[in-house]
């Protein structure tokens, strides 16, 4: 049985100008048929499957309807056409630093979030040490909320949330959160809660991330489903390829020739970059400003350009000198 079934799902909105022209004005156009409503589709038909274990990399630009998606997984929102089908409990770190009262001090408003979340306060109690230390705020407890910095909130958030041992886990760009160490940490800590079977879902602007912690994977571009499958390496690349072009795949055949496209690049790119290295290191060898830069750069050259070092060694050598 699939832990979560998406199946056709599209969801609307619907906008108007109601808030703009006010009641009186709403009720005369209502009368006269004049009353303008927009519709606006975030997601148009997406289908997936995800089963215990599993963990979904949601990709694609801002406005690709990943965020709308991932309410109507954590069911903040009803699908206006299709089903949603969810089989476990979920907990979703969406908007971090939401839900806290700025007047209120760090110690409180964990306790509060703790409240929010449904923890008891005997959990709470034997859980706030750890809390404070995960999110790096043993020196912050009795200051004001509104004093800390949008990081350390995000911090106390992510560390309370992380208590939670559900059977989904719901991820919008948390792992972004704090500084490179906490992100590491926090990266850390989700693939422990991972490894233990639950199902996950990440949306994140870092293709990286999604490589390396996703084993299926979801593009969308306007609302509209490019792929769903477990060939995340392929779609990867594929993407990278199209946020430079700006070309959308129409066919499998066509994600890996955009995948091709990226791994052809980078491997350009590194060419050019150990070309420009080599050209850097070789002009420092013959200007021989300073023996220990010298030294740095023939050890470089040792490990990463050897043919190199055969130059030196031809001009060091005096029969290399013969006419």
């Known amino acids: 049985m699939a832990i979560i079934r998406a199946d056709g799902v599209s969801i609307r909105y619907m906008t108007g100008d109601f808030k ?5 004005e709403y009720v005369v156009r209502r009368l006269q048929g004049k009353y303008q409503v927009k519709e606006f589709w975030a997601d148009r038909d997406v289908t997936f499957a995800l089963e215990k274990g599993d963990m979904l990399g949601i990709i694609g630009t801002n406005g690709a309807g990943k965020s709308t998606l991932l309410k109507a997984v954590s069911g903040i929102m009803v699908p206006t056409k299709g089903h949603m089908e969810i089989n476990g409990t979920i907990a979703a770190l969406l908007e971090l630093a939401s839900g806290f009262d700025k007047e209120l001090t760090v110690r409180e408003n964990t306790y509060l979030r703790g409240a929010m979340l449904g923890y008891t306060r ?3 109690d034997e859980k706030y040490e750890e809390i404070i230390a995960f999110a790096e705020l043993q020196d912050f ?7 800390l910095s949008s990081g350390m909130k ?8 992380c208590l939670v041992n559900p059977d989904i886990l719901i991820l919008d760009e948390v792992l972004s959160v704090g500084d490179g160490a906490f992100r590491k940490k926090s990266g850390d800590k989700m693939r422990q809660i991972l490894s233990g079977g ?3 879902i990440l949306v994140s602007h870092s293709i990286s991330q999604v490589r390396e912690m996703c084993n ?3 593009w969308l571009d306007h609302g509209r489903q490019i792929y769903f499958g477990d060939e ?7 993407y990278e390829e199209f946020l430079i072009t700006k070309r959308l795949p129409d066919n499998w055949e066509d994600m890996e020739r955009m995948s091709a496209a990226t791994l052809t690049r980078k491997e350009q790119d590194a060419r050019t970059a150990r ?3 080599a050209r850097k290191l070789e002009s420092l060898l013959e200007s021989g400003q300073s023996e220990s830069a010298v030294e740095a750069a023939v050890c470089i050259l040792r490990r990463q350009r050897p043919d190199l070092l055969s130059i030196e060694a031809r001009c060091e050598d005096p029969s290399s000198h013969k006419h």
Do not use: Y
């Open 20 to 24: 703009d022209i006010g009641l009186k």
């Open 122 to 124: 005997k959990f709470m």
């Open 141 to 147: 407890q009795d200051r004001p909320f509104k004093q």
């Open 154 to 161: 995000s911090r106390l958030a992510f560390s309370i949330a």
């Open 198 to 200: 639950v199902t996950g």
């Open 216 to 218: 299926k994977i979801l």
């Open 232 to 238: 995340t390496e392929t779609v990867c690349n594929a």
């Open 275 to 277: 070309s420009e290295e």
